[in-house]
């Protein structure tokens, strides 16, 4: 069965992507599958405890989609904290959507956009939050400080 132009299905995320971010250093990554469900593991106590997990996006940005139920808060519930840090830690990109019935959270590779934005970057968890208490100059240095050559 051929797929739509730019699609991508399940089997393609098992592609190891390039890297050269803080955190991991010049060498390939595992699979966003392999991260994505490290990053599951770690936040949500594993794949049974999230809704069916679709697999796709596009060439360019391959994602994952799941639904999980309930609030995500920093404090009360530690599900949010423990999806940014497992997501730093893999290198991976979250994102956190409502839904009627609960929240659609999202993983996928880091977005390269070429501007020199904190979307191009993969700082270590410690890094992005220095920058982030610092301001917006900080960010502005973090972004610089990591743009490709």
């Not at 699979?31 to 794949?47: D, K, N, P, T």
């Not at 999806?83 to 730093?88: E, G, I």
């Not at 973090?142 to 490709?148: A, H, I, Q």
Request: aromatic share 4%.
């Amino acid at each position: 069965m051929n797929k739509p132009e730019g699609q991508i299905r399940g089997e393609d995320l098992d592609e190891h992507t390039p890297c050269d971010c803080e955190c991991h250093g010049p060498k390939p990554l595992p699979s966003l599958r392999e991260r994505a469900l490290r990053v599951i593991e770690v936040a949500f106590g594993g794949e049974h405890h999230v809704g069916r997990i679709r697999w796709g996006g596009t060439e360019r940005y391959p994602d994952c989609k799941f639904s999980v139920y309930g609030t995500m808060a920093s404090w009360d519930d530690s599900r949010l904290t423990r999806l940014v840090v497992a997501a730093h830690d893999e290198c991976v990109r979250a994102a956190v959507r409502p839904m009627p019935q609960g929240l659609v959270v999202e993983l996928s590779d880091r977005w390269r956009t070429g501007k020199n934005t904190i979307a191009d970057t993969c700082p270590t968890l410690e890094a992005h939050v220095a920058a982030i208490r610092g301001g917006r100059a900080a960010i502005m240095e973090l972004c610089e400080s990591m743009r490709e050559p």
